[in-house]
């Protein structure tokens, strides 16, 4: 799919790049990297729920959520460095992706010295005064807690050469490593079985040594790649460390408020519940990030050119690439959410043998919130072009920390838990519409056009493969053969939809195109 979108581009263009056949190239090793993560992460997950047990996954779950609390960090320059070094990038300008490069590596280090601090403090504390632990998994607890530090600071040294591959739109390394990274958590899988020690502590370690190996991996590939990456020459713009801190200092809110909505909820639930509500909630976010990883990653491509296509002047072209990419990006997950949707209850028996109470819910609710999200994936990339983030992140942020709160009064008050995943809900519906407004000031989006091209078709398709999938689901007596027969169904309805309905004459002909194409290299 973008493949063909960024086709579409260039016919815009009137030109054929040879870009395009490793675009081409790259989006088939992205979308194979999608499945693996999927297939191989469920397993993950069903297997060390098992292995660890429901309390030390509910602990494991909080613990690594109040590290994931700093995320933000790591995230904030994630887009900063993607944004910056795309933007070089489509300047042609190489002494400002030298620059870019020294500067950013300053930062990281800045911000891996504050993570160290504030998580052996006030994280240490909070695990130590204000978790609900049991007494006896409490050591085992402080042990993962390390250790998670440890692989948020691998990760936020592989974080900055991360981003320059996908700046150079290099996916195909970008999978390579990906897929070396899930084969690595499969065999912590098997090792965490077979290994006599602490479960819990042994997994912590375990991921540790992923992350550091990914880390290194991905230093080595750029330093031998790209010349802009290098640490014997140091260069330096005042210029470009204010611009890059005030980009960051922005988007360092909203990655916080973004942090607080997810990670703070978790904390939230172990307060006012227990450690099996909380692996329940966990189950719904993994099968949540698991789908939403295959929008996240077709977004991942496009950010490097939407942001070129505006370094460059190209509106037209970038526009095209925001609505095409909004609905691509929600049809890829509709496909996969239908039938998870509508079979929760079996598929979570089948993967987990007993899952958490509440997990089936949850993980409904959890679905309809990342489609919601996904609409709008392309839109948050657009946003961070002109680099003018104070509006968008502030008006963003006070709806994400608003979250949090509305969460607090209504547990507070006596509320069931699945509350937290209905106020999620509706905030993204307003969220979505915020983007919208916000975008349209920013790089003047046809917010009508957007409705018309993306909305409307994506609601019909719903409509279209909803009611029949419905029906079929009512219809069909439970068995596995039958559930198997409306999981096929669904898919099938979604496709065809997304065919005749999701798309115009001439993105079904590139479609067709595209698939003969395919079956011709294969002959």
């Known amino acids: 799919m973008r493949d063909i979108l960024l086709n579409d581009i260039e016919e815009q263009r009137a030109t054929i790049s040879q870009n395009n056949k490793r675009i081409a190239k790259n989006t088939l090793m992205l979308y194979f990297r999608q499945i693996l993560i999927l297939f ?12 660890l047990g429901v309390v030390d996954y509910g602990i494991y779950s909080v613990i690594g959520g109040i590290v994931t609390f700093f995320s933000f960090l790591r995230g904030t320059m994630a887009s900063a460095t993607q944004r910056f070094f795309s933007f070089a990038l489509g300047e042609n300008n190489q002494e400002r992706l030298k620059k870019t490069f020294s500067v950013n590596l300053i930062i990281y280090i800045v911000i891996a010295v504050i993570a ?9 504390w909070f695990v130590k005064n204000k978790l609900n632990v049991p007494a006896e998994r409490f050591e085992a607890a402080l042990w993962i807690f390390h250790f998670s530090i440890l692989t948020f600071l691998a990760t936020i040294f592989s974080t900055p050469f991360m981003a320059i591959i996908i700046a150079h739109e290099d996916m195909q390394i970008y999978a390579y490593v990906s897929i070396v990274e899930v084969f690595l958590k499969l065999a912590v899988v098997f090792l965490l079985v077979q290994l006599p020690f602490d479960k819990l502590e042994v997994y912590g370690v375990l991921l540790f040594g992923v992350s550091i190996i990914i880390a290194t991996i991905y230093a080595i590939v750029c330093l031998r790649k790209y010349k802009e990456c290098q640490f014997h020459h140091f260069y330096w713009d005042r210029l470009l460390f204010i611009e890059t801190i005030g980009f960051t200092g922005w988007t360092l809110f909203g990655q916080v408020t973004s942090v607080t909505r ?5 904390i939230l639930l172990n307060q006012v519940f227990n450690p099996v509500v909380v692996a329940a909630r966990a189950v719904a976010v993994n099968v949540s990030n698991y789908v939403n990883v295959f929008a996240n990653n ?29 609905k691509i990006a929600f049809f890829l997950m509709w496909v996969f959410a239908l039938p998870l949707f509508l079979k929760m209850d079996l598929i979570l028996q089948l993967w987990l043998k007993n899952p958490p109470l509440q997990a089936v819910l949850f993980t409904r609710l959890g679905l ?15 946003a961070r072009a002109p680099g003018k983030m ?34 999620a809900i509706v905030a993204n519906l307003v969220m979505f519409i915020v983007r919208l407004l916000i975008v349209n000031k920013l790089i003047n989006l046809p917010i009508n056009e957007f409705f018309l091209k993306v909305i409307s078709p994506v609601f019909i398709v719903v409509i279209a493969s ?30 065809i939809s997304m065919y005749f309905i999701g798309f115009d004459k001439i993105w079904r002909k590139k479609i067709v195109d595209m698939v003969k194409r395919k079956f011709s290299h294969k002959r």
């Not at 191989?40 to 292995?51: D, E, I, P, Q, W």
């Not at 160290?116 to 240490?124: A, D, F, K, N, R």
């Open 40 to 51: 191989v992460g469920l397993y993950t997950v069903r297997v060390v729920l098992n292995t």
């Open 116 to 124: 160290v601090i504030l998580l052996e403090t006030i994280g240490l």
């Open 262 to 266: 997810n990670q703070a909820v978790t």
């Open 298 to 326: 077709f977004n991942t491509g496009l950010y490097p050119p939407i942001i070129k296509e505006y370094a460059s002047g190209n509106k037209k072209n970038m526009f095209a690439l925001i609505f095409n990419g909004s």
């Open 368 to 382: 309809i919130e990342v489609l919601i999200n996904s609409v709008s994936l392309p839109i948050t990339t657009a």
């Open 390 to 423: 104070k509006t968008y992140e502030l008006s963003l942020g006070t709806i994400q920390i608003a979250i949090f709160f509305v969460d607090w009064a209504i547990l507070s008050a006596g509320g069931a838990a699945y509350n937290v995943f209905i106020v």
């Open 466 to 495: 909803l009611v029949p999938s419905l029906v079929i689901n009512q219809i069909l007596p439970e068995s596995l053969l039958f559930a198997f027969l409306t999981v096929f169904a669904s898919v099938f309805f979604s496709i």
